[in-house]
């Protein structure tokens, strides 16, 4: 239980990181982290730190199509949470 409290506190931490990181290079108009890698982060643990770094930075709070995906993704893992509290996974 440990260890996997550890790996979300890391994972949340580096997509909120790798979240400001895109802002700052969106702001320099420089080579930017692909949304794929931001939405994969996020499904395999990071949403609390992306969803954090979106607010915080300000960062794709205007952008439609990335809010769907990233409502699809927390959708998705709330299904599973779900599932996985009445045992039918």
Known sequence: ???LLLYFLFINFITFLL???DKFQARRHRRRIPEFILFL???VGGTI???TGMF???HKTAK???IMKFSYIILVQIVVI???MTQKI
């Open 1 to 3: 239980m440990k260890v």
């Open 19 to 21: 979240t400001g990181y």
């Open 41 to 43: 982060l996020a499904f």
């Open 49 to 51: 730190g992306l969803l």
């Open 56 to 58: 915080f930075f300000r």
């Open 64 to 66: 439609i199509t990335f």
């Open 82 to 84: 779900y599932l996985k």
